[in-house]
Structures are given as structure tokens and as C-alpha cells.
């Protein structure tokens, strides 16, 4: 109950931020989804410290899952994310990573974006080589397919793990 009461903090906090970033604004704000990060995020991920951090998963997905080997399916893209997930758990432990939370998105409570997300989840990993051990490694890589014959897109933030901030 614990973890589920955090990851639901964070995940309101951050998505109020997200669609609040100026409490008073009328301003309308810009996401992109993405499936994969751009060389300039990868470097900033490379360069910073080397701690613990939650990563919340903000999940988009496809309506038919697409693989890029070109195989024929009938899965729709949350269910061959699913298989990620399911697969990416074990993963996860290897790294010392835990999942945290995950669940569904139902409605917006506050502010204006033009499409919700399907699925927020949240992952604690103990640092960014273990994230980074995990991404290249070949048995990751291989549940991968599935992520990306799944998913829409996404935004992944990171979030710093430093006690600083509690409820």
C-alpha cells in the first residue's frame, strides 16, 4: 500500500508540473512523444550523477502493435508492450532496479493536454549505469522489439531519488 500511495504522489506531482509549469498560465503547452531518446538527451544522461533515481514512464500506445521485422500480428500495441513488461521485470532485477507503481490513466483532474497517456509507470533504479547495463544488454534488447512494436511513444523523466522532497 506504501509504494502504491508514493508512486501515486509522484505521478500527481509530476503531472501536475508537467501541465502547470506556471500556475496562472494560459499559455498552451507542447509534449512529444518519443520511443527512443535523441543523441543530445543520451548525453545528458551519460553526463550526469551517477545515483539513484526514479524513472516515470508516461505511455502512449499503438492500436496494432508494428515489429519492425515486419512479422505479422494481432496483438494491439498494449498487449505487445505487455510482453515487455512482463519480460523487462526480470531485467530489472538483475540491475537491482524495482518497479514502483503502474496504472492506467482515467482522466485528467487538472489542466489541458491535447491526448492523455495511456499508462504511467515508475521505476526506482540505483543508478544510471545499472539503467545503462540493462539497456544494452542482448537479453534486454531482445524483449525491446516488443516496446517498440507497442508503444505510440512515451516521455520518460527522470526524477531525482535524494529523499529531498516527501509526504
Not at 31 to 56: K, R, W
Not at 104 to 130: C, H, N, T
Amino acid at each position: 500500500m506504501k509504494k502504491y500511495l508514493i508512486g501515486l504522489l509522484i505521478i500527481s506531482g509530476l503531472i501536475f508540473f508537467l501541465i502547470n509549469n506556471t500556475s496562472y498560465s494560459n499559455e498552451s503547452n507542447s509534449f512529444t512523444n518519443a520511443v527512443s531518446p535523441t543523441p543530445f538527451q543520451i548525453a545528458g544522461f551519460a553526463l550526469g550523477e551517477d545515483a539513484s533515481f526514479l524513472a516515470v514512464n508516461l505511455l502512449t500506445f499503438k492500436d496494432k502493435a508494428e515489429y519492425e521485422d515486419g512479422r505479422e500480428t494481432n496483438l494491439t500495441g498494449e498487449e505487445a508492450y505487455t510482453i515487455y513488461a512482463n519480460e523487462v521485470t526480470a531485467h530489472l532485477a538483475k540491475v537491482g532496479a524495482e518497479p514502483i507503481f503502474a496504472g492506467e490513466v482515467q482522466r485528467l483532474i487538472l489542466g489541458d493536454v491535447k491526448d492523455l497517456w495511456d499508462v504511467v509507470a515508475v521505476v526506482r533504479y540505483p543508478s544510471r549505469k545499472a539503467m545503462y547495463q540493462m539497456a544494452t544488454s542482448e537479453e534486454y534488447l531482445e524483449s525491446e522489439k516488443h516496446r517498440i512494436a507497442g508503444l505510440a511513444g512515451q516521455l520518460n523523466i527522470e526524477i531525482k531519488d535524494d529523499g529531498k522532497f516527501s509526504f
